[in-house]
């Protein structure tokens, strides 16, 4: 069966007269005979009992009426599935984050896809660091990374979506948490707690160029698994912490002060990234719409 005959055989079916069908088809009836015929031929059964006067089902058109139209509203959902793939309407994009200041966003994104977009398969995939979110949009496992890097590879296009500062996260107790900020030299000799070293660890390289500049090595006291282990360590009098401004901005760590870094540093930017050969309208629009609640920083 065909979709043609499909769409003859319901409007005589509908019409009980070949006539008004054509018409209804657009077409001549002669066309539209052939088409029934053919059709009945195919089915080895007659689907309609004619006269001069009158068109009528048979018990075999009956049956056919239900699945006939089951299949035209198939071919109906089909036509917009891939009319709302090519809109960005439908779809899946992955997207890899990695630090605990950058879950906010992420988010305020999902919810921002899932009132526009809710066709949208938005998979969520989170670590610790920024790498291996670069490596899986690089890889294609991921869509989108939102993360800190020193560079980006030539293969990706990225967006910055907000700057942010050095900060040093101290107990309450501490000798120095009453200042209004603080330089590195004042924390000369005070035992830190860092996250894990790693290629393109940024704070890491920012402690040990900044530390080296105030002229003396870093003592790590602890290493975190993570940014909310690390704020814990702190709270806890094991040592103090460099961070980003984003980390007490958008969550609260009971007993620990952050004040601000007042060295020159290289700005420290939050970007999302995606590969420039990625093509899919669902991505396209998920970066749309990205704009809107993550603008770029002025």
């Not at 690089?138 to 800190?148: N, P």
């Not at 940014?227 to 007490?248: C, D, K, N, R, Y």
Request: contains cysteine; proline residues 6%; glycine residues 8%.
């Amino acid at each position: 069966m065909e979709i043609h005959q499909i769409r003859a055989f319901l409007a005589v079916a509908e019409e009980l007269h070949f006539g008004r069908a054509a018409r209804r088809l657009h077409m001549a009836q002669p066309p539209l005979s052939r088409s029934i015929q053919r059709l009945e031929h195919e089915l080895k059964a007659p689907l309609f009992i004619r006269s001069t006067r009158t068109v009528q089902l048979t018990a075999e058109g009956e049956a056919l009426v239900g699945p006939a139209r089951d299949i035209l509203e198939g071919c109906r959902r089909g036509r917009l599935a891939v009319a709302s793939v090519g809109r960005g309407e439908t779809g899946r994009v992955r997207v890899a984050f990695a630090g605990v200041s950058s879950h906010v966003m992420v988010g305020r994104l999902a919810k921002r896809v899932r009132e526009v977009h809710p066709g949208i398969d938005f998979e969520l995939s989170s670590s610790n660091f920024a790498l291996p979110a670069m490596d899986k949009v690089m890889g294609g496992a991921m869509e989108v990374g939102l993360g800190r890097w020193n560079f980006i590879p030539a293969v990706l296009d990225s967006r910055i979506v907000a700057n942010e500062r050095l900060v040093v996260a101290l107990y309450e107790s501490h000798p120095l948490s009453g200042q209004a900020s603080l330089r590195m030299a004042d924390l000369a000799g005070q035992p830190f707690v860092t996250l894990p070293e790693h290629p393109g660890a940024i704070l890491h390289d920012h402690l040990r160029r900044l530390s080296s500049a105030a002229g003396y090595v870093v003592e790590i006291a602890q290493v975190a698994p993570d940014s909310q282990t690390l704020m814990a360590l702190v709270a806890a009098e094991i040592g103090v912490a460099l961070t980003v401004s984003s980390v007490p901005e958008n969550f609260s760590h009971p007993g620990v002060v952050f004040l601000p870094l007042e060295d020159p540093a290289d700005a420290i930017q939050l970007r999302l990234v995606w590969r420039k050969d990625n093509a899919s309208p669902a991505l396209r629009e998920v970066l749309r719409l990205s704009e809107e609640v993550l603008p770029s920083p002025a």
